[in-house]
């Protein structure tokens, strides 16, 4: 059982922002409104997630540890999750077999306090009285050596754990969000639903002000989000974000479609900041072409990209000249 958590833990557990994002997500699947990420060289030694969900009770987390604990039903329409269908009630069991795990939670009747080292209880205190969970994983690959020394730069891991941030953040904007690495501030957003409010905390307030929100539809395809005027532009490509159905993807030819619907106004080789949203039906958005790289097939895609490029287009005639 250790051995497969720990093969397990090789495809779920890449690096400190895959951590981040399986804790992160449990959190947003609790029910937070709060979710607080502290990291400590950038997550290798430390990734402390607080949330303020529904908790577990000691029964549910002593099971969560478990391979194939799941408490979630699963759409087998919601094919975007096919990356983590895999992985349905792996991610804790074999994050703990590569890691220390601190675990705090409580329902609001029972919770638990344990800790957990290579997925082995160690110790267990009293339980705590604040609603939520706080889950801290230190030493993660503390005894798998090689997958250690495949870490890159305490930068690049950071880089990848803002990027998975931003992304949550965009497409949750009911939820307050904060990211600190050591007692540095990476992110933070307010909770209070409002796209613009995160875009000025990712991109900056002078930034977010030079956005234009933008929406439309077609026949199969509603389309919505943020634009910047041309005058703001970046050198690379990044900044071009795509949710499909509130999950983020890698979508080429919507990057094209964006690029093409600024024509014109984009000096070369000078890219927009936008966001973009797609919602349809799942029926059209379930062809994963590598699902765990995030990049997708839609169908109508010819559909679909011109209603980008005209709808973007058009938000951008309208206020600039
Ligand atoms: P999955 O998310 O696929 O169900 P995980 O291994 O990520 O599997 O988590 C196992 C279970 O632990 C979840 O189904 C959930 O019941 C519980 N759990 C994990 N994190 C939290 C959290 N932050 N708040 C409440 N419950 C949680
Ligand atoms: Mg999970």
Not at 125 to 147: I, Y
Not at 268 to 277: A, D, G, N
Request: with cysteine; proline share 3%; charged share 25%.
């Amino acid at each position: 059982e250790w051995l497969s958590n720990k093969i397990a833990a090789g495809e779920v557990v890449e690096r400190p922002a895959s951590v981040v994002k399986e804790l992160v997500e449990n959190a947003i699947d609790a029910g937070s409104t709060q979710i607080e990420v502290f990291l400590e060289e950038a997550g290798l030694a430390k990734i402390q997630v607080t949330d303020n969900g529904s908790g577990m009770d000691e029964e549910d987390a002593m099971k969560s540890f478990a391979r194939h604990a799941t408490s979630k039903i699963v759409n087998e329409h919601d094919l975007f999750r096919i990356r983590t269908l895999g992985f349905r009630g792996e991610a804790l069991a074999s994050i703990a077999s590569v890691s220390k795990i601190h675990l705090k939670t409580f329902d609001g009747t029972s919770g638990i306090d344990i800790v957990l080292e290579g997925g082995q209880l160690k110790e267990r205190h009293a339980a705590p009285s604040r609603r939520g969970t706080d889950m801290t994983v230190s030493q993660l690959f503390f005894n798998t050596p090689a997958r250690l020394k495949y870490m890159k730069t305490i930068q690049t891991e950071l880089g990848h754990t803002i990027d998975l941030m931003n992304r949550l953040a965009l497409c949750n904007p009911d939820i307050a969000f904060k990211l600190m690495h050591y007692d540095q501030l990476l992110l933070q957003t307010n909770g209070r639903g409002n796209v613009q409010q995160v875009l000025a905390s990712i991109y900056g307030i002078q930034n977010a002000k030079k956005m234009i929100r933008f929406e439309g539809a077609s026949n199969d395809y509603r389309i919505s989000g943020y634009a910047t005027l041309p005058e703001v532009t970046r050198a690379s490509k990044n900044y071009m974000s795509i949710f499909v159905n509130g999950r983020w993807v890698k979508h080429f030819l919507a990057q094209k479609a964006i690029v093409d619907a600024y024509h014109t106004f984009l000096p070369i080789e000078r890219f927009p900041i936008v966001v973009l949203f797609v919602e349809g039906d799942p029926y059209l958005t379930d062809v994963n072409v590598h699902p765990a790289k995030h990049q997708i097939r839609l169908s109508k895609e010819t559909e679909l990209m011109e209603l980008v490029q005209r709808t973007i287009r058009e938000a951008i005639r309208a206020v600039h000249r």
